[in-house]
């Protein structure tokens, strides 16, 4: 089992024990997402992909560096989150997602798109705000071991 699989594997416990029934698994268990909420986490003999509904980002361990796709996904369970969505006319063309770090810091998780819309039509904005999944306290000491677990396997 190569690193990031197994990282993927104590993510998955984790994700088990603190979200039971609303896990859902796909792929043979190599794919997850909580519920409805859109957070999503995705392992191939490769990568480990992170995602949030269209916007994710894959982390090869060859070249990445793996703390990042562990932060990256416990920042989307445990931090507060700010959808940015434009529309022309009622037709929603994009939204930008962004993890919210503090009052005054965001970190942009990537903008999702598509290119056949009316270009024409006013664009309207509107912003939604969608709160953590989980208290990083409730998780902390098992965030802490994976983190620890993925320094050792480095």
């Known amino acids: 089992m190569k690193k990031h699989q197994a990282i993927y594997s104590k993510i998955k416990e984790l994700l088990k024990n603190h979200f039971g029934s609303d896990l859902r698994e796909y792929e043979d268990g190599d794919h997850l997402s909580i519920g409805e909420t859109g957070i999503w986490i995705c392992c191939d003999e490769r990568e480990l992909t992170v995602g949030y509904g269209l916007v994710h980002q894959h982390f090869d361990p060859e070249y990445d560096d793996i703390q990042n796709a562990i932060d990256r996904f416990f920042n989307l369970l445990t931090k507060r989150k700010r959808i940015t969505r434009y529309y022309k006319g009622s037709f929603p063309y994009k939204s930008k997602t ?46 802490k071991e994976i983190k620890n677990y993925a320094k050792q396997r480095i």
């Open 98 to 143: 962004e993890l919210i770090l503090s009052d005054s810091e965001f970190e942009n998780l990537g903008t999702a798109m598509t290119w056949l819309f009316p270009y024409w039509k006013k664009t309207k904005k509107e912003t939604k705000f969608e709160e953590k999944l989980v208290d990083l306290s409730t998780i902390e000491k098992d965030v």
